[in-house]
């Protein structure tokens, strides 16, 4: 069975330009997490979706961030304009939430970020 | 608050040594999950075990084991006879019911097995 993909696996860029990540949940998942992880700040929550809904975009750092679930198989990350601090490993993680119950998160494997 | 407290920050032990990494967690639910990942070095994010607040048994799967204890809110991990191949990044995390599926991860614990 495949995993959560992400794409591109690395991207670099310069500062002010605009970045897309993107992700594919595992087939049959109905939360989406999209993850930054720093050697400062470690693994963060950046926003999560359940049903394509978004639930909470409390850890989004500005309004450069936005995220978008069109539908069940698809969700997009965008940085407008990024910066150097904006550098990091973006992870998107998938899971089946079930009503009372909290499944694992399936996590992909990663999208380097570097901002020049 | 953190939720998630993973006080080893980083570890070293000798090859075929047992090591545990320690997880202590906090929440007001009375049902929540607790989760363990390893991050090898190749930087994938890999799920290990889930365990719910009302299923205190502990759990052995070859060389890992899980200790759960309700009484101290702690979930340790247990490597026994480490291998070099178990170096990685560790991560507990905590889900709770009130909060649905977001899950609050520790800091991580990042354990070096020297051969």
């Known amino acids: 069975d495949a995993g959560v993909i992400q794409s591109p696996r690395h991207e670099v860029t310069e500062m002010g330009q605009e970045v897309t990540l993107r992700c594919k949940p595992i087939s049959g998942h109905n939360s989406l997490f999209w993850y930054r992880q720093t050697m400062m700040r470690g693994l963060e929550l950046l926003i999560y979706f359940n049903n394509n809904v978004p639930i909470d975009d409390s850890g989004m750092p500005e309004d450069r961030f936005s995220a978008k679930m069109p539908n069940a198989s698809f969700s997009t990350l965008k940085i407008q304009p990024s910066e150097p601090r904006d550098s990091a490993v973006y992870f998107c993680a998938s899971s089946l939430a079930q009503r009372g119950y909290y499944n694992e998160q399936f996590f992909g494997p990663g999208t380097r970020l570097t901002v020049l | 608050a953190q939720k998630v407290t993973q006080a080893q920050t980083e570890i070293s032990v000798v090859e075929k040594e047992d090591v545990t990494l320690d997880c202590v967690y906090e929440t007001r639910d009375t049902t929540y999950y607790l989760f363990w990942y390893k991050q090898p070095p190749s930087g994938e994010l890999v799920f290990l075990i889930r365990r719910n607040s009302f299923d205190e048994q502990n759990e052995i799967s070859g060389r890992y084991s899980w200790n759960f204890q309700k009484s101290t809110s702690s979930f340790n991990f247990t490597i026994t006879a480490s291998q070099v191949v178990d170096s990685a990044v560790y991560f507990c995390?905590?889900?709770?019911?009130?909060?649905?599926?977001?899950?609050?991860f520790g800091t991580g614990t990042s354990l070096t097995v020297i051969p």
């Open positions: 995390a905590l889900s709770e019911a009130r909060t649905g599926n977001q899950f609050y």
